[in-house]
């Protein structure tokens, strides 16, 4: 398997989030030739999402999500505000052209122990985002992440189970592949199998550092850690998925620190190297 190269590349912001504002991310993934970018919620909204979809168009970068939406289980019901917040991102994933809106689908509601009603109350959210998601034409993507976050962020934290979701919701729902939450599941070739083209919505790229410093904020450069990316690469493409390697990367101790045409440089390196 050949590497990456930079036209195969998107850039998460939050891989530069400490560094630059939005407008800066499209310039410097302009600039150092990526083929897209994704940016998340709170950058766009302080662009502006119409400003934003110019300028992203202006440089002809793809978009490979908009992350995020999801957060359903907070109060311990889904209500309007929820709902309604949810709509607001689908429409600002249609507005900027993004291949899908990437769902962070909430931990635990606040106080509960009760796992099971989280995981109806993320359906439930699911169901009623996807059903908006299809009148305007926006895929939804459910991105599993890794059990430490069960609690605090996601209670969807397999594949298998992202999958069991989209099975019963039907079409227009698939996942988001990051290869931080999923890397060590035995499962995971058979649910990538599973998935199939259609339901690979798009694929995440960082590493996991051993040790890890800090639950939410120390994700490794591709080629710092212990993932093997081309393997879990080869099998999102054995499907089919031909999308943009999203770089994804939060990592306060390092990365968030350095020279931000540094940090893309490095990117474009390990991509070609190690992945
Ligand atoms: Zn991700």
Same mark, same amino acid.
């Given at each position: 398997m050949t590497g990456l190269e930079p036209h195969q590349l998107s850039l998460n912001t939050a891989t530069l989030r400490e560094q630059w504002d939005l407008a800066q991310c499209i310039e410097g993934c302009a600039r150092h030739g990526f083929g897209g970018i994704s940016p998340w919620r709170d950058k766009l909204q302080e662009m502006g999402v119409t400003r934003a979809a110019k300028a992203i168009r202006d440089t002809g970068l793809g978009v490979? /999500?908009?992350?995020? /939406? /999801?957060?359903?289980t907070a109060s311990g019901a889904v209500d309007r505000a929820v709902l309604d917040d949810n709509r607001r991102a689908v429409d600002e994933a249609a507005e900027i052209g993004a291949e899908c809106l990437v769902m962070v +689908? #909430?931990?635990?509601?606040? /106080?509960?122990?009760d796992l099971p009603a989280a995981w109806a109350l993320v359906e439930e959210g699911l169901a009623a985002t996807l059903d908006y998601g299809r009148e305007v034409g926006m895929k939804i993507a459910i991105e599993p992440l890794? *059990?430490?976050?069960?609690? @605090?962020?996601?209670? +969807? @934290? &397999?594949m298998r189970h992202a999958l069991d979701i989209c099975d019963r919701l039907g079409p227009g729902i698939g996942c988001a592949v990051d290869v931080y939450h999923v890397?060590?599941? *035995? %499962?995971l070739a058979e649910q990538i199998t599973r998935a199939g083209r259609d339901r690979i919505m798009a694929f995440h790229l960082c590493d996991w550092l051993v *040790? &890890?410093? %800090?639950?939410? &904020?120390d994700r490794g450069m591709m080629?710092? #850690? +212990?993932?093997d990316i081309p393997r879990l690469r080869g099998m999102v493409e054995a499907e089919g998925f031909s999308g943009l390697n999203e770089v994804e990367i939060f990592s306060a101790l390092d990365w968030w620190r350095r020279d931000p045409d540094d940090v893309m440089r490095t990117i474009i390196q390990r991509g070609r190297n190690v992945c």
């Open positions: 490979s /999500g908009l992350c995020r /939406g /999801g957060w359903f +689908v #909430g931990g635990l509601s606040t /106080g509960s122990r890794h *059990p430490m976050y069960a609690a @605090n962020r996601a209670c +969807v @934290n &397999t890397w060590w599941d *035995p %499962d *040790p &890890t410093r %800090d639950m939410l &904020t080629g710092d #850690g +212990v993932i």
